[in-house]
């Protein structure tokens, strides 16, 4: 989605204070900003319900879903397996059970006693249950009584199970040691691989008997085709392969990258709660699928960074069909290398599905439901934008879009970030672009809507907005730069240092633009004890910068209150401008140097006073014959005021007639010196 | 053996006596008690707001044997919303024996007339007072409590209150008054759920100028000087003063005396009774019907603890300048303490109150006068470890009260209340001061049982027999981790790393053991965190119990102490389920079974690889070592 700046100040300015005349109290800007929804990115942010989301831009109508929901007591299913008479057996948790679909009735069952049945595999009459956390396999017979069928050592998850017909062998993909195991009919398990990472995942089949495997926590798919005889055939991106698929000699992989594992505060040792840890959110990963010929070449077809790839299956057309671990998707990718997000479904999850036959499936987690895709057209189908965030109260203007076919578009708007009763309802519909009909709020969303022609592509949808105007607001004026003589002044003095002399001052404020809309800034100042102001910069003069040098040579010294305003005018006309302005502490403008007066020669001892305008005086030396400057004290010791008279004891020269210069610096570094000719 | 002679004889007696069955007695009236008050006379009491200062009465409470006898009151005046919704009387009680005694332990309850009318309950005093000045509290607020309804199911055990059939299906959270339920997650000590109580009342030091609860003295019968200093301790936030005195709780009834409770007449709370007792003594304020109030203040403020309680025959008033109580001694075990509230407490004599028979065998001392001590514990959440643990430690001093090394191993049977077989677990310890060591005892996972049952979340139970087997042996077997070291910083995946432990044993020198460990493949390129502990230190992820059962199996979940563990730190994370423990789990797999908007329940946890060797001797200290694991093994 792209927001842009629009400069149709005029045109579209009409048009909002046609349909919101009522609002004109509010202070609107004149920036007019647009939400412009136009690529598959964009458009696939929303909910699609019965659409479908092409990676070239298109939302066209999806498939037509039947829900079957499981017991309100189950979080998710885990895992599915279609038997031959039509039935789906669902592996579901966290009570370890399994229940059979028929069409649209589910009862349960089998119940292991396990915690989740996390695969299953259908074998003659015979369903397979691979279980965890103890890693147990069970045989489950027509009657839904388990038994347990092997238990191989070490093992903990059975993440797979694929039943190869030929070998008479059922293999399992277990962890957290990473091996392969074949399984005969007696339960005799053997290792086939042991895969140098903590799982394998997931298995495929292939025509010539060899099977795939894919680990976790590394990524990489093997090829096995006699027990400890693998080889690898690609080590992908990313650290799960949690998906595979093999059909007419292409493999599919699901390789996904996770983040590091949540961070934890170990329960280890007795000392500690059993409740210290810290809860992450469940992280999903990054997705991508590849495909693999049968020449060993991998090519990346999908990606996408939130949301991981869970489960594969290819169609008869060569197809990929993929569900996703975020916002429960099922994506498409043709055979064209084009995709699709095909499917989306309100549970967070979706963990298996089969595209096989004439009744293709998925089951989701996280709310557990067994969905059937339906070959069918769907008779309507929604597609909705995510809400879209105008940053600050906005007005609605024109709803735009392109789009073949007939559908219509409405909208709604609310306050709040997600969607609740304080939102409008959604606007009648709009057939044509026109303007939105929803009240002025900071949030947006636009849905389009198939009813009547199902053959409808929508490309881009653009809404124009006007955001309410926002106030600048300055937090401080401060002076900063190389001369901070001003304010700096007496603290210098306090720490007996002096400033270099300069009648530049740099100016600098701070300011917070909500809206960020250019600003104008205007700088006066004051004497301090007056009230008339005097503009520093001329009418013309048009400053953007948050600093300002400015020169005092022409001003009287004394101190000086400067005041900055900030004004959004350059985006807003005069009327719906609005401001802002802060003054600086007091600044001390000092650019005239002291005077040395009265200097007189008597009794060893060269007299005199120092006079600065605006004081004090803060240093004084002398030099005789154009030697070193040697400093001295004022007659009453302290440097305290802007007149300090001096008297210094010249009788250790030597007798003869000298030039003795006496210089004075002020406070602000200004200095000044006198000579006078002596005999001694 | 004479204590259960005595109550078999009163249960017979009791049997006899309540000729009303548990439905009838419900039936008639209603939630016990609210319909009891109803079928008696009226009480003649006076209002505080009819009290001035210098009235005179009188009070009654019992000397000596088991007749009240009078003493002289006189008001002082009334402090008024001295506790929430409830004055103070004070008062002044010239008497020779108080004059010299002050304030009584024992006479809490004592019921104080003014006008001839039922005042309160002497109950309050002031800690070092120099003057027999005591508080009383207004009768008014004892009989609210004493007309209030209790719930049958409360007093799971007791009889005939006990509603078995209806515990299934109670929840506990009510029973546990607010106090956290136990899953069995961590190891629970004696005195656990009474220190939880205290810092629940906000228990702390009592201030020397503020009015206190008249001590509560409860006298030991039977126990060690220490073991009575160590109870002491333990429950004189709630002012009970431990005391030892004699007895074994039980006495065979005089032939004269009460066979009920009277107005001023002394009651005692039986803790334990047997070949050890421990009976806090107060005095009845008034009697109505069936129900007696006394003490006029709480005595745990455990709400409805359903402790067993008794007649008591007291002996003499013991006056001391720091303390003065009357010394005493049950005679006959009567009722049950129905309520424990701020006012008083509540006993209802038709129920005998629920114990726990018990039996502490000391085991492997030669030549000791006695090994074998059997009792009857009160059934009760907070004081059943407290009152076990004490007698644990008696038993132990008075049979081995070596100050040595000695080793323990303490088999502990707790029976369950409707289930057959015992829950056993073993314990093996070390004390370098002796058997009776209470720092090393007071962990025994036997109060761990214990918590679950009586703190578990999800039935209302009870233990229904304890034993506690403690086998010792003078001796030190020990040995202690002093170091671990594997000879290299790098090692291959799937490779077995010997780690070096140096082992300092009891008076050995140093061995050096080398436990072979190996290194899964799957943590190639981790750098990996060696812990090595005694099995006691380790503390394993226990999955969330659905039952009582699952709180119970969480207990008996645990390394022994004599092993040696090994634990390698993985990076993968678990989850714990009601009933399970997912361990190791992949990412996907984690994202998966955590949902989305679940409560913090299901939060991930590190997972380990464990090894464990066992070295038959408990095991201290531990060690560390950071290990580098090859991406690949070399080849």
Redesign the interface.
Known sequence: MNKRIVLSLTAVAGLVSLAFAALAPEAWATSTERFVLDDADALAAGELTRTAVHSDGRVTVGAELRRVALPDDVPLVYAAARAADGAIYLGTGNEGRIYRARGDRVELFAETGQLLVSSLAVAGGDLYAGTLPEGRIYRVGADGQPQEVARPDGVEHVWDLVWDARRNLLFAATGPEGRVYGIDRQGRAQVWWDAPASHVMSLALGPEGELYAGTSDDAVVARITAPNQATTVHDFEGNEITALAFRDGVLAVAANEFPDPPSVTSAHTKARSSATATTPVPRPGKGRIWRVDGEGRAERLFAQDEGHITSLAIQGDGTIVAGTGKDGRVIRVNPDRTTAVWIDVDERQVLDLSMEGDDPFFVTGDGAALYHVVDAQPRSAVWQSKVLDGRFRSRWGQLTWRAQGQLVLSTRSGNTEEPDETWSEWSTDLARPGPVRSPAARYLQIRATWSQDPTATLRSVTAYFLPQNQRPRLTDVRIEGPNKAATEALRAERRHQIPDASTQYKLAWTIENPDGDRVRYRIRYREDSQTVWREALRSDHVLTDTHYTWDTNAIPDGLYVVEVRASDELDNPGSLALSDTRQSEPIRIDNHAPRVEQLRFASGRLSGRAVDGLGPIARLEYAVDGGEWLPFFPQDDLFDSATESFAVDLSALDPGNHIVSVRATDASGNAASAEAQIQR | MGARRARRDRRGASARGLALGLTALLAVEGLIGAGAVGQVRRTDTIDVSEIQPGMRGYGLTVFRGTTPERFDVEVIDVLHNFRPDQDLILIRTPHPILDQAHVVAGMSGSPVYLDGRLAGAYAYGWPFSSDPVAGVTPIRNMLVEMRRPVRPDAFFGAEPFAARGRRRATPARPRLGGAAPYLG???LTATAALDAHAARLGLGAPSDASPVPVATPLMLGGFDDSVVRALGAQLEGYGLTALQAGGAGVQAPPATGPGRYVDGGAVGVSLVRGDIAATAVGTVTHVDGQRAVAFGHPMLNAGEPGLPTSLVRVLHILSSVARSFKISEPIRPLGTLVHDRQSGIVVDSRADGATVPARVRVLGVTDAPRTEWSFEVASHRILTPVLLNAAINNAIKATAADNSDVMFEATSRVWVDGRRAPHEVVDVGYSPIGPANPAALRELRLFSLLGAIYGNPFEVSRASRIEVDLQVRFERSTVEIVDASVPYDEVD??STVPVRVTLRRWSRPEEVRVVPVRI???L?GETLQL?L?GG????L??PEPTDLDGVLANVHQAYPATALLV?I?T???GLR????????????????????NDS?RN????T?DRHQVDLGAVVGGNARVDLRVRE?PRP
């Open positions: 997650h961590e190891r995946p799937g899964p493949e799957r190639a812990r502990e006691d230190a380790v503390r992820e226990h634990s730190r990076p993968a994370r389920f009601a009933g399970h423990v997912a361990r190791h789990l992949p990412p996907s797999a984690l994202d998966a079974l955590q949902l989305r913090d939060r991930p946890f590190v380990y690949v």
